[in-house]
């Protein structure tokens, strides 16, 4: 079997486990989050923590116990990685530098699980398992919680009233995310992926010295971390390193569950606004984009010119020969058109036009299908610029869902689209007029400003997944990309749940012969169109400079 034809094997494979899991998989967690009973675990939690999870929620409020909740996680973890060296279970690995603490703390706590740092030469198992792991399953759920804000923002009316946070984070973690992912810890433990507490091993000599491997619980947090679009690895080499990701069936497994939830939610968001059509056409267009970054990632890695690419069949430096390039490329748009961040080879060793896909997968906003639940709220967001644009094409107030869309939603809509570009361009830039920044760059020209921009790309958007040719542990880059993390996260969350309080106080708009119907294919492609224009009129300028140059020079 070649190459190409194995590569497209495991594509269609990876499609019909997706569609087999997301009526059921989408239709429970529908469930979950519109059901009014509690498991007696979550009542524990709630009596625990001190929450009513039957109080109603009005946008500030609902975001107040989101900003309360991840501030609690940054202080709490930041304070793990202080104190690991007298903690139990350390390994022997000293405290974590405080700039180093802190970016490791947002990162985790944001979702976006960038590491600047080895993880088995770094964190010990109380740090990975108390801290990295935990955050893992609850930044996940805080953005299904969201999701699920929003969503009940077009599914409500005449009320501000958008649920309980406390309520939805629990659900998210005990009923969707606990269960699913011990069921993958357990398929990935018999794939053999290790899960043990030992300790550090001296397993021979090794370029003059001794190599020594850790233990760790890997399995369990391997699962959430893909499950959860997180991404932080247990290794440095990430789901590259076969601890990890030891077979090309786990590779294909890590990418299902990578996409499941994001692109199951599309059916949960369908069934709790009414309309199951509205769902598919928002399924519909995170699949087209999906597929065809898919497909345009495996022709570069597998077409580009050169008699060592002929004789290997494609571009395989940096590659995982257990996976190839087809599960590479895979795996590659998975993680950059989602917010994981997880990668199982080296970015930075794509073509040039390869590594230009896995930007701008990013800087779509990782919507097709995105994050858990940062996918879905980005996606609306999206929807309702397209209905903007739609309605000052025929001179006609725009609706989505039943809901006028004016000046407060529009503002709102602009102000979450404008932010991460805002900060990916204002870091990039300081970080090349600066004399020191550019110190911590591999390579030069083209290439060079590719690693600076790939890092504030990924930071910003809360992905976590690097370009690997970057030093990034430093000072300089350890506080900005803390930074970026940051108001990536939850200035955008800010404007999502004013926007879902001020969706959930309107009366619904009867549908009239001039309503744009958005659940058909015409709308599907408006709603494509529209979000490939407005990344390539933002970023243009960036990627021509960086991997455009880079791939057009090869």
């Known amino acids: ?66 900003l309360a909740f991840s501030a609690a996680g940054v202080l709490f973890l930041y304070l793990l990685q202080r104190l690991q060296g007298v903690l139990p279970g350390s390994l022997g690995f000293s405290a974590i530098d405080p700039d180093q603490a802190f970016n490791t703390a947002v990162s985790f706590v944001t979702n976006t699980n960038w590491q600047s740092y080895y993880g088995e030469q770094a964190m010990g198992h109380v740090v990975q398992t108390a801290g990295l792991a935990v955050q893992n399953f609850v930044s996940a759920a805080v953005g299904i919680a969201v999701a699920v804000a929003l969503v ?13 946070f ?32 030992s300790g550090i091993h001296e397993v021979g000599q090794f370029m003059g010295g001794q190599q020594q491997w850790n233990g760790g619980a890997v399995a369990s947090q391997e699962a959430i971390k893909e499950l959860g679009t997180n991404g932080g690895g247990y290794f440095n080499a990430n789901s590259a390193h076969p601890f990890e990701n030891p077979t090309p069936f786990s590779n294909l497994f890590e990418i299902f569950l990578i996409l499941v939830i994001p692109f199951a ?21 995170m699949a087209t984009i999906w597929l065809g970054f898919t497909a345009l990632m495996m022709w570069t890695e597998f077409a580009h010119h050169g008699p060592a690419f002929d004789i290997a069949g494609g571009a395989y430096e940096g590659k995982e020969v257990r996976f190839g390039v087809g599960g590479s490329s895979i795996f590659a748009t998975a993680t950059t058109l989602t917010s994981t961040g997880a990668v199982d080879s080296f970015h930075s060793s794509f073509t040039g036009l390869g590594g230009g896909i896995t930007m701008l997968g990013m ?27 739609a309605g000052l094409m025929v001179g006609r107030t725009p609706e989505y869902l039943g809901k006028k869309i ?40 083209a290439h060079g400003f590719s690693e600076i921009l790939y890092a504030y790309t990924s930071a910003s958007n809360n992905n976590g997944s690097a370009f690997a040719g970057l030093n990034a542990d430093t000072q300089w880059f350890n506080s900005t990309l803390g930074l970026a993390m940051l108001f990536g996260r939850f200035l955008p969350m800010v404007f999502v749940l004013a926007l879902a309080g001020s969706l959930a106080g309107q009366k619904p708009v ?34 021509a400079l960086g991997p455009l140059a880079e791939g057009l020079a090869s």
């Open 1 to 66: 079997m070649g190459p190409v034809l194995a590569g497209v094997l495991q594509l269609l494979a990876l499609i019909g486990a997706l569609a087999l899991a997301y009526i059921p998989l989408g239709t429970y967690m529908a469930r979950v989050y519109s059901s009014d009973k509690h498991w007696r675990v979550e009542k524990w939690i709630y009596k625990g923590i001190g929450a009513n999870p039957d109080t109603e929620m009005r946008w500030p409020a609902y975001l107040r116990g989101v």
């Open 152 to 164: 009940r923002g077009f599914a409500r009316s005449r009320t501000g009233e958008l649920g309980n």
């Open 166 to 197: 406390w309520s939805d984070l629990v659900r998210g973690v005990v009923r969707i995310l606990l269960p699913i992912a011990a069921v993958a810890a357990v398929v990935l433990v018999a794939c053999g992926a290790i899960q043990n507490f």
């Open 265 to 285: 939610l599309t059916r949960t968001f369908g069934l709790m606004v009414g309309s199951v059509k509205q769902g598919y056409a928002i399924l519909a267009t």
């Open 363 to 389: 800087m779509l906003g990782e919507i097709a299908p995105g994050g858990t639940g940062s996918g879905l709220y980005g996606m609306l967001i999206m929807a309702i610029i397209a209905v903007f644009i």
């Open 406 to 445: 004016g000046s407060r939603e529009i503002k709102l809509a602009a102000c979450y689209i404008l932010i991460t570009p805002a900060l990916v361009l204002i870091f990039t830039a300081a970080a090349m007029a600066l004399p020191t920044p550019g110190n911590s760059m591999t390579n030069s020209g």
């Open 510 to 543: 009867p549908r009239t012969a001039g309503t744009l119907r958005t659940d058909k294919p015409l709308y599907a492609g408006l709603l494509v169109g529209t979000i490939i224009i407005i990344t390539g009129l933002t970023y243009f300028p960036a990627l």
